[in-house]
């Protein structure tokens, strides 16, 4: 019956008005029981923990997910593109060549030689190489001791540069357990230890620590923007976070204790230690903050252009507020450290995040560009009770993706003229009224958001999303998926250096375990990262409408 119904049909204004509440009556009913139905079964699932027993089984099906449950934009936003084939061959490195005979008894007696057919072969091969290097040994009576051959660059101790350097690609390159590594190894005949296997994964880092923290000061110097997002990871088993931060020269990871604020600006000061500062405009940015008035008085008494450290500032602000709450304190220390970062003349500064609406974000920069694809996420989920109330979501959701491929469109050839008629398409799209209420409260949030959305029409070149940082911030969940996460703050350091490296080599069109191997040999053939990061930012003419404003 309510599939059938026509609003349209029905001529009493009143008693259309009366069915359309209704209508979103019923609306809100369905959400609020769904929404009650998945609280109740998680509860019941955490009763049955605390009873020592297991929840409520999560079995994929089969099939693909329901429409309710798939969030994915894909299929609005692609567009079909012919597939064109790319010939391999011409890229390949010969290794070996070797000439191919016909038995000349096979032959008739009238075969004529017509010369060669090339054929190229990929092949590789994988063994052991394990050397006795025999080192000349002198005795100097005069020195009173013995003078041995120096062993060549790059092999210490028992294992070669060859070695260590496939360890390291295949755990943090190739996602492959610590377990697994030492199985390959002992099929290949390798003798190691766990425990020597791990040290080639974290110990004596310090080189790859160093050229991690140079490439990511010049990505972060590379362009005015910048990509960030944060996902959840595990350090001896309790969980933290991880801050990603990237633009198309450079990827960097950060792993914090707590997802705030605060953990972004430790991504973007990239291991400098953190610098508070009370000026007028980390009070702006407490201004919407439900401080009392006699802190607002203090704080504005404590106004100057004075830098702390985060010991000194912690001290002098629980000395003088002790009783504050947690949520307060942190709001000052927020504030006081993003006024100090844009105070800041010695480091890189990010003018503009791409990122979700997330709160977190807000602050740091002087500009941000929010993620289309997460805000078409938000239509996706709305889950109609109504036929009706459906036509209407796909026909706004169509309209949305439509204007999405205008702004695409648009970046392609930007023009003021353009500009402009984009952002009045803005204005009229997001102002629409299709009577179903949570549709409607959802295009009015969209609204609000106007700014960081058309971020693109004054910068043409940033993204109009947020998936790169999203599909690097998918490989320290593969990752963390397949060796859970570090144990040790040393381990730590480690996943976010080689994880940072291995995504900045990719980007910059180098072979990961190549570079690892001219680092760890000593042949530093391979010119440093942080100058390939500015040589490529130069080439994709990265912040080119700032230069021009």
Not at 31 to 37: E, S, V
Not at 199 to 222: M, P, R, T, V
Request: aromatic share 8%; proline share 4%.
């Amino acid at each position: 019956m309510f599939d059938e119904i026509d609003l349209s049909n029905i001529q009493d204004e009143n008693a259309r008005e009366l069915v359309v509440r209704l209508l979103n009556l019923v609306e809100a009913v369905s959400t609020d029981l769904r929404n009650a139905q998945a609280e109740i079964q998680r509860l019941r699932d955490e009763v049955n923990r605390l009873k020592g027993e297991q929840g409520k089984p999560k079995i994929k099906a089969n099939t693909p997910k329901p429409p309710h449950e798939n969030y994915s934009s894909e299929k609005e936003r692609r567009k079909s593109k012919p597939r064109q084939k790319q010939a391999k061959k011409d890229k390949l490195e010969i290794h070996r060549e070797q000439t191919l005979t016909v038995d000349p008894v096979s032959l008739p007696a009238d075969a004529e030689f017509k010369g060669y057919e090339d054929v190229v072969v990929q092949d590789i091969i994988f063994q052991a190489n394990n050397i006795c290097f025999h080192k000349e040994k002198y005795w100097v009576p005069s020195l009173g001791e013995t003078v041995l051959a120096p062993m060549p660059l790059g092999y210490e101790g028992q294992f070669g540069p060859g070695l260590r350097a496939l360890t390291v690609t295949l755990y943090f390159g190739g996602g492959m357990t610590e377990r697994k590594i030492l199985e390959l190894y002992e099929d290949m005949g390798i003798q190691i230890s766990a425990g020597q296997l791990s040290n080639f994964l974290i110990k004596n880092q310090d080189e790859f620590h160093s050229e991690k923290q140079e490439a990511c000061d010049a990505g972060l110097a590379s362009s005015p923007f910048q990509h960030i997002d944060q996902t959840g990871t595990r350090v001896d088993g309790e969980n933290q976070h991880c801050t990603i931060v990237c633009n198309p020269a450079y990827t960097s990871y950060n792993t914090t204790p707590n997802k705030d604020r605060l953990s972004v600006l430790d991504a973007l000061l990239n291991g400098r230690e953190r610098r508070f500062r009370l000026n007028e405009e980390a009070l702006g940015y407490l201004e919407s903050v439900s401080l009392s008035k006699a802190v607002r008085a203090w704080l504005s008494a404590e106004c100057s252009d004075q830098d702390w450290d985060e010991e000194s500032f912690v001290a002098r602000l629980d000395a003088r507020w002790p009783n504050l709450s947690t949520q307060h304190r942190q709001a000052i220390l927020s504030a006081a450290a993003v006024a100090a970062y844009h105070a800041a003349t010695d480091i890189p500064l990010v003018q503009l995040l791409i990122c979700d609406d997330a709160p977190q974000f807000n602050w740091i920069a002087e500009l941000l560009a929010l993620c289309w694809i997460h805000e078409g996420r938000h239509y996706k989920k709305l889950i109609p009770a109504f036929v009706n109330h459906l036509h209407l979501l796909n026909d706004f959701r169509k309209q949305f993706w439509d204007y999405y491929d205008e702004l695409l469109a648009y970046q392609e050839h930007p023009t003021l003229e353009e500009s402009t008629q984009l952002e009045k398409e803005f204005d009229r799209l997001f102002s629409t009224r299709t009577g179903y209420d949570a549709l409607d409260a959802r295009i009015a949030k969209t609204r609000e958001k106007k700014a960081s959305l058309l971020m693109v029409l004054r910068y043409p070149e940033i993204p109009l999303h947020n998936n790169p940082v999203e599909l690097e911030a998918r490989q320290r969940v593969r990752k963390r998926d397949v060796s859970f996460g570090p144990r040790t703050q040393e381990g730590v350091k480690a996943w976010d250096t080689f994880q940072s490296l291995a995504a900045t080599t990719k980007k910059l069109g180098i072979s990961f375990h190549q570079y690892v191997h001219d680092r760890i040999s000593k042949e530093n053939q391979i010119p440093s990262l942080a100058s390939l990061i500015e040589a490529r930012a130069r080439e994709l003419k990265l912040g080119t409408s700032w230069s021009v404003t």
